[in-house]
């Protein structure tokens, strides 16, 4: 039996991907915010909404289903 070791060349590599999500994350974060103030004069309630049903038609198109909301 082999024992997985983790090693730190495995742990930095984790940790940047994870670093790398977080800024994508980030900057797409900023991005809608400033579409927001530009669109819609800084109100976030229509572009809530529509990430709410976007998110759900996503959710909602591999398995013709919405389990997992359930997981929430």
Do not use: C, Q
Request: glycine fraction near 12%; charged fraction near 20%; avoid cysteine.
């Amino acid at each position: 039996m082999t024992k997985n070791k983790i090693t730190l060349n495995y742990l930095a590599k984790n940790i940047s991907i994870v670093i790398g999500l977080v800024l994508i994350w980030r900057g797409i974060w900023y991005v809608l915010d400033g579409l927001d103030k530009f669109i819609f004069g800084g109100s976030h309630t229509w572009t809530a909404l529509g990430g709410i049903l976007i998110g759900l038609f996503i959710l909602y198109l591999p398995d013709k289903d919405l389990k997992e909301i359930e997981k929430l």
